[in-house]
Nanobody, 112 residues
Framework: QVQLVESGGGLVQAGGSLRLSCVASGRTFSSYAMGWFRQAPGREREFVGHISYNGVSTYYVDSVKGRFTISRDNAKNMMYLQMNSLKPEDTAVYYC?????WGQGTQVTVSS
């Protein structure tokens, strides 16, 4: 019933761009803030950023600030992560989260 599914990951060269999508099920999608996390190979999962329930407010960690943009379209139950100026250190599995529910993750690989 409540489910999050990420998509849009892939292989991109450093300096390139990629847009991740997260589609959520459930009637209460618009009531919750949502966020993105990532987990690099051999590393623990880390927070990337989040967006308020109405999309008005966003927050990003310093390592991605100015390069990544989170947006959402509540009418379509969608959240996005636009990633620009990608770096090899951005390589990770990216996860979306809403109200304690996690997606399955999508792989982003950035080559040098």
């Amino acid at each position: 019933q409540v489910q999050l599914v990420e998509s849009g990951g892939g292989l991109v060269q450093a300096g390139g761009s990629l847009r991740l999508s997260c589609v959520a099920s459930g009637r209460t999608f618009s009531s919750y803030a949502m966020g993105w996390f990532r987990q690099a190979p051999g590393r623990e999962r880390e927070f990337v950023g989040h967006i308020s329930y109405n999309g008005v407010s966003t927050y990003y960690v310093d390592s991605v600030k100015g390069r990544f943009t989170i947006s959402r379209d509540n009418a379509k139950n969608m959240m996005y992560l636009q990633m620009n100026s990608l770096k090899p250190e951005d390589t990770a599995v990216y996860y979306c989260v809403c109200n304690g529910i996690w997606g399955q993750g999508t792989q982003v690989t950035v080559s040098s």
